[in-house]
């Protein structure tokens, strides 16, 4: 189990031995933060009572050593009140607790999937909680529909020492990170890793190493990291995601990700492979 995880109990209502709750404001995809801190935390109950806010809706989002954590949802052009700030949900990719990232994404997830998922795709009727799981059911037609989750894949393709970083439209200025795209229906993780590097920069590969995985709500994906080995071909990019493409000596490597994000976990255990060898 990720160490992420070993202390999450992520049922659908808290478990007996809470201490505490935690509350995640979301106002769309910004969280409401304290002014003053440096480093952000999530508000304790009597702090939110304290704010005196409207709630659109208020979900259970799971424990966090013996912790229960509550997603708000707040109306989208709500100011934030005294002494608070709305900082971007993408704010958290450079936060090196990956718990906190993990729990903010999980909430503005779950709001986002109860606030489009209101009337059923089949008949029309009004949908409401499930009894048993976290899902969304019919009352007419009793279709069930559970949130949304999209497979994506993403991987660090090396070549002895060097490593293939690329940047996308859609990057920062002067960033570069490993491919990534999602998970087509029918295909398998390993067939898209394969497809989406021909697809991407034109080459083949092979040995494909499975590393982990990071939820990701931008805006509800599961990314699937792979390792993989240069097989043959040159860099093509005639994909329109990608703008540039190139291998870069593990010692002279170009601005990348952060560690929060998968993209830097692959980059940083590659490198520390590397030096371990």
């Known amino acids: 189990m990720s160490k992420m995880l070993e202390h999450f109990d992520l049922g659908l209502n808290p478990p007996l031995e809470v201490t505490r709750d935690f509350y995640f404001v979301y106002c769309g995809y910004s969280i409401l933060s304290r002014a003053a801190d440096a480093k952000w935390s999530p ?23 013996r912790t229960a954590c ?7 052009v709500t100011p934030a009140p005294a002494g608070y700030e709305w900082i971007s949900l993408r704010h958290f990719i450079r936060n090196p607790d990956d718990a906190l990232f993990a729990l903010a994404g999980r909430g503005v997830q779950i709001i986002e999937w109860h ?29 069930t529909f559970y949130p949304r989750l999209s497979p994506c894949i993403i991987v660090l393709v090396t070549r002895g020492e060097l490593l293939l970083l690329a940047r996308g439209d859609h990057h920062p200025e002067g960033m570069y990170s490993t491919l990534a795209g999602f998970i087509e229906p029918g295909e398998t993780a390993e067939h898209a890793v394969h497809r989406e590097v021909r697809e991407e920069v034109g080459i083949e590969i092979s040995n494909l190493e499975y590393w982990g995985s990071q939820p990701w709500p931008f805006p509800h994906q599961l990314m699937l990291g792979f390792y993989a080995e240069y097989k ?25 990700p952060p560690e929060s994000t998968i993209s830097g976990k692959l980059i940083r255990d590659y490198l520390d492979r590397i030096r371990r060898n």
């Open 43 to 65: 508000l304790l109950e009597q702090e939110w009572r304290a704010l005196a806010v409207v709630a659109q809706s208020k979900h259970y989002i799971g424990a966090w050593h």
């Open 115 to 143: 606030r489009t998922h209101r009337y059923c795709g089949q008949c029309g009727g009004e949908l409401a909680a499930h009894s048993v799981d976290r899902a969304r059911e019919c009352l007419s037609c009793k279709r």
């Open 232 to 256: 043959q071909g040159e860099l093509i990019f005639e994909d329109e995601e990608i703008t540039e493409a190139d291998w870069w000596h593990y010692q002279k490597l170009p601005q990348h």
């Open 70 to 76: 509550y997603a708000i949802e707040l109306e989208l």
